[in-house]
């Protein structure tokens, strides 16, 4: 079977994985990973000699690699390379596949010379955009800027290849240049084909293989050479299959922005419904094409998201004019706020007043707002580290706490000795909300810890004057509306925050309990339709992915 064929006959494969980077805008954090795939493939086939044809009138790499010797050795007479260790030589156990006849295998360090930076690095501050010569940074895929300064030009005999300590990128470079940072490597190759040698070093695995060790574990590698012709032929070929890549790409990623304008439009009107019977009709509308609305993890995430918000607004359930007034419910969590103040002197509290401009979401008119620091004892913990131990009590961190749920996972530990000291704000229990106050700003989870723990830095736990309403606040804490409030209240450049007197005064809204339990039981029940989906695609991406693993090693 044919490159090409095997790319056209499994496109379904290629296209159809797509995972969502967080954090990141939908073109942006988006990554096409069939197609990723399918590059890493072409690599692969193409450094084992599955690429093109053999032609058994080529010159033998063999040759090609005594020449790359001679020339070497030149440039040392030349005084223009330092003369290069000694290399062992290449044990059957160290090859890690069988070559085709014509090539040869070598130490990667043989096939290439360094060039060394002429004089300093360029600080960042001194690029600009304007100047004489591009700026080349190790860490990015982008020319950073231009320099004046004719010095520290570096003036490449052929294509090089930029490569750095402190990153894997590897870039292919065709033109003279200024080198930007610390640890820039320069890779020249000799003899061998610059594009095929580019491709080649892209085909090592250097990922998560040690900060400031990526160069020593590249020079590690074995280097395949084929027949210089041989080279020119992979080359031309890599290119042809990788401008179809960039095709499927650009097709792939149009389609993509495409479901999601239409998504978003959907969910939009669905946010946008007056009451719950109109939600009811787009509800049934969008379930006619569940199929092919929400066949994406983003677009499952946001059906999420636009059903948190609809319970918030009051349009998921329908109201019950028998109901008591939330009114009811507020005067008794502010009598049970009162008490707490004046017997235990809690000092968790916030303005009475709200204002009409703090209003920021438009509910029924029985729901009542409250602020959030008169809804709940604040046991707050940031500023202080504990000492952290093997085992002992259990530690709960910013690291836990999830969006919805409490992970296990990274289990930490503090002694019984520090428990007992670290806990004297308060002790957190099952059924007040945790919530991260910095990186990640606004994870919120309720608590469903049997045994105790104590509560780490960046973190606050919620605990509910009237615990009723636990179940409502988790879904409203979660809700786009709340998180944007504390998006605009935050602070910090890099790692956002919210103090906690500015987080007692965002305003939150109260349905009637009753009313509560209804959206409560609404939302589970939507929420596990959602889940269902999500599971469904990962089975189908499993599917994909076995389909693709066996595609490739019948290819390789």
């Given at each position: 079977m044919s490159t090409e064929q095997l790319i056209t006959d499994h496109l379904d494969l290629w296209t159809g994985a797509v995972t969502r980077k967080s954090g990141r805008s939908a073109s942006q954090g988006r990554e096409l990973t069939g197609i990723k795939k399918l590059r890493e493939l072409i690599l692969e086939l193409a450094v084992r000699g599955k690429l093109v044809e053999q032609d058994p009138n080529d010159e033998p790499a063999s040759v090609l690699l005594e020449r790359i010797a001679e020339k070497k050795a030149q440039l040392v007479k030349e005084g223009k390379i330092k003369k290069p260790k000694k290399l062992p030589s290449i044990t059957q156990e160290e090859k890690p596949f069988e070559l085709p006849n014509g090539w040869v295998w070598s130490r990667l360090p043989e096939t290439y010379y360094s060039i060394s930076p002429n004089g300093k690095n360029v600080k960042s501050s001194e690029v600009s955009e304007e100047g004489s010569f591009p700026v080349i940074d190790q860490g990015k895929s982008h020319i950073a800027g231009y320099h004046n300064d004719e010095s520290l030009v570096i003036?490449?005999?052929?294509?090089?290849?930029?490569?750095?300590?402190?990153?894997?990128?590897?870039?292919?470079?065709?033109?003279?240049?200024?080198?930007?940072?610390?640890?820039?490597?320069?890779?020249?190759?000799?003899?061998?084909?610059?594009?095929?040698f580019h491709f080649s070093l892209l085909h090592y695995d250097l990922e998560n293989r040690g900060y400031a060790r990526h160069f020593k574990i590249l020079n590690e590698q074995l280097f395949a050479i084929p027949p210089t012709e041989e080279q020119h032929r992979i080359v031309a070929k890599v290119d042809e299959l990788m401008t179809l890549c960039d095709r499927l790409e650009q097709h792939t990623g149009d389609q993509l922005d495409a479901h999601e304008v239409l998504v978003d439009t959907l969910l939009e009107a669905l946010t946008r419904a007056e009451d719950a019977d109109e939600v009811a009709a787009q509800w049934a509308r969008l379930a006619e094409h569940f199929d092919t609305l929400f066949t994406t993890e983003a677009s499952i995430e946001k059906l999420k998201q636009a059903i948190l918000q609809l319970a918030v607004m009051g349009r998921l359930v329908e109201q019950d004019p028998n109901d008591k007034p939330a009114s009811v419910l507020v005067n008794a969590i502010i009598d049970e706020r009162n008490r707490l103040k004046d017997d235990e002197g809690m000092r968790t509290k916030a303005s009475d007043t709200i204002d009409e401009h703090e209003i920021y979401l438009s509910t029924p008119t029985h729901w009542s707002w409250i602020k959030l620091g008169n809804t709940a004892k604040f046991i707050d913990y940031r500023g202080r580290t504990p000492n952290k131990i093997k085992s002992g009590k259990r530690l709960i961190t910013a690291k836990n706490i999830r969006q919805g749920y409490i992970d296990s996972s990274p289990e930490e530990f503090i002694s019984e000795e520090d428990y007992l000291e670290w806990m004297t704000r308060g002790f957190p229990r099952t059924g007040d909300t945790l919530f991260t106050t910095e990186a990640p700003l606004g994870n919120v989870a309720n608590i469903n810890i049997q045994e105790d723990f104590a509560l780490a830095q960046r973190a606050i736990c919620f605990q509910w004057h009237m615990g009723c309403i636990a179940q409502f606040m988790l879904i409203q804490l979660m809700a786009s509306a709340f998180q944007e409030q504390l998006k605009e209240k935050s602070n910090g450049m890099t790692a956002t925050g919210i103090k906690s007197a500015k987080l007692k005064e965002i305003p939150v809204v109260l349905p009637p309990i009753s009313e509560q339990h209804r959206i409560v039981a609404r939302v589970d029940e939507l929420m596990a339709l959602c889940n269902q989906l999500k599971a469904c695609l990962n089975d189908a991406d499993e599917t994909r992915k076995h389909l693709a693993k066996s595609v490739v090693a019948q290819a390789i």
């Open positions: 003036h490449i005999p052929n294509p090089v290849i930029i490569f750095g300590d402190h990153t894997t990128a590897r870039k292919y470079i065709d033109f003279d240049f200024v080198t930007g940072a610390d640890g820039t490597k320069i890779l020249c190759p000799v003899l061998i084909e610059p594009k095929y």
